[in-house]
């Protein structure tokens, strides 16, 4: 068959791999993976990238939490000494979120561990919080001084994103938040009239847009300029609601039955979030683009699981979240799009965001096999890059060597058949 073609990188389909683009199309069925451990009565699941997860344990104490494969190899990222810490976000090796410590909540940057921690505090907003990163590029807000900023990687490069007087058409917001970050492009919220109204950014307080002139907040955003979040429908309901770029491209993504929902992060052209019906309980959520196409992930979960909400999505489909036991304890959810395909390996290759990225592949096998990826640049002579046995039925492969602006073919392939 002829090779499918993803920019200039491909995936070779052989007998012995299926082929899928990160962002596939809408799925029928997931595989939830629960994280969770004894001590821990509650896990919150925040944030996704490249087969590392980042969210909030609380064992009596909330910590930032770092983990990948599973939940035994977490890791605690807060700084010792600090009263509390959270994080929210991944991407590219890099966490962030926040920490308590006897001077108020500073924003915190990690590279995988509690020693790398970078304060990202500016010092001039009475406190600050990290709430997503990509690419090198972290977004938050002061938490005494409620301005939107975006850091890349020191409080030394803050850039304060909350509109001023240049602006007139959109005055005056009392305060401003960033929430999130994808390519070129950050947003959030401001509130001006005691009511919030979902923003924009392209990098600076000038390039701000509002997306509604009504109540309504950006949780996530893609790296086309697509943000999703939510819009208040009443005084006491919220519909899930998704944004082109501009006000008049409004998407209600609120499915039919559900007297409220929002949506919490997108990836191309998933979005993922939560609702519920009146009277009951929360459930976690995925749509494809429109409210008809709408997946409850609930029933994935096993049965001791009644709510749940899905938070993050990473650049290959896979989802984020957590659930509540009937018990009142709380486990962090990956949810992965399901593929029938015995040990055949699946291969997938990350969307980029901009020329010049990386080329990442997930393959989904079976734990236990020894699978391995080959490259070629001309489908003729293939030369083996990875090959491994896999702990999980999840590994993740960067080829350091290639950009998207390049040529090239990748397959997968099992490599101890029964």
Not at 187 to 209: E, F, H, N
């Amino acid at each position: 068959m002829r090779p499918r073609r993803f920019n200039s990188i491909s995936l070779v389909a052989s007998c012995l791999l299926l082929v899928q683009h990160g962002h596939s199309s809408a799925q029928s069925s997931y595989t939830a993976v629960v994280f969770s451990q004894t001590n821990v009565s509650v896990l919150s699941g925040f944030g996704c990238s490249f087969g590392q997860y980042v969210g909030t344990s609380y064992d009596g104490t909330s910590r930032a939490i770092l983990w990948s494969g599973s939940f035994s190899n977490a890791l605690i990222l807060g700084p010792s000494g600090t009263d509390e810490s959270f994080a929210f976000g991944v991407s590219d090796g890099q966490q962030i979120g926040y920490f308590l410590s006897a001077f108020g909540a500073h924003a915190a940057l990690w590279n995988g561990t509690a020693e790398s921690m970078v304060d990202l505090d500016p010092g001039a907003f009475g406190g600050s919080v990290a709430s997503a990163v990509h690419n090198g590029v972290q977004v938050g807000y002061g938490s005494g001084v409620r301005h939107a900023l975006l850091w890349r990687g020191s409080a030394a490069s803050v850039i304060d994103l909350h509109p001023t007087n240049a602006n007139p058409m959109i005055q005056p917001y009392y305060e401003t938040f960033a929430t999130c970050v994808a390519g070129r492009f950050q947003g959030g919220y401001g509130t001006k009239s005691d009511s919030p109204r979902a923003l924009m950014w392209t990098g600076t307080r000038q390039s701000v847009i509002e997306l509604s002139s009504g109540a309504s907040k950006v949780a996530g955003i893609s790296c086309s300029g697509t943000a999703v979040g939510f819009v208040f429908n009443s005084t006491t309901t919220i519909h899930a609601t998704m944004w082109h770029g501009n006000a008049t491209s409004f998407v209600d993504l609120n499915p039919t039955g559900f007297a409220s929902s929002q949506a919490n992060a997108i990836s191309g052209n998933v979005q993922v979030g939560s609702g519920a019906r009146t009277n009951q309980p929360t459930t976690a959520l995925v749509w494809f683009g429109t409210p008809e196409s709408v997946i409850e992930l609930q029933q994935f979960l096993p049965p001791e699981f009644v709510r749940s909400e899905a938070m993050a999505i990473d650049e290959f489909g896979n989802i984020l979240g957590h659930a509540s036991r009937t018990d009142a304890t709380t486990a962090a959810i990956l949810w992965v799009p399901e593929v029938v395909s015995g040990s055949a390996p699946t291969l997938k290759i990350a969307p980029w965001c901009e020329a010049g990225g990386k080329v990442k592949l997930q393959i989904r096998g079976e734990a236990g096999r020894t699978y391995g990826i080959q490259k070629s640049s001309d489908l003729l002579s293939w030369t083996t890059v990875m090959s491994t046995n896999f702990p999980t039925f999840l590994f993740y492969f960067q080829d350091l060597e290639a950009t998207n602006s390049q040529t090239g073919f990748y397959r997968a392939f099992l490599s101890n058949q029964p």
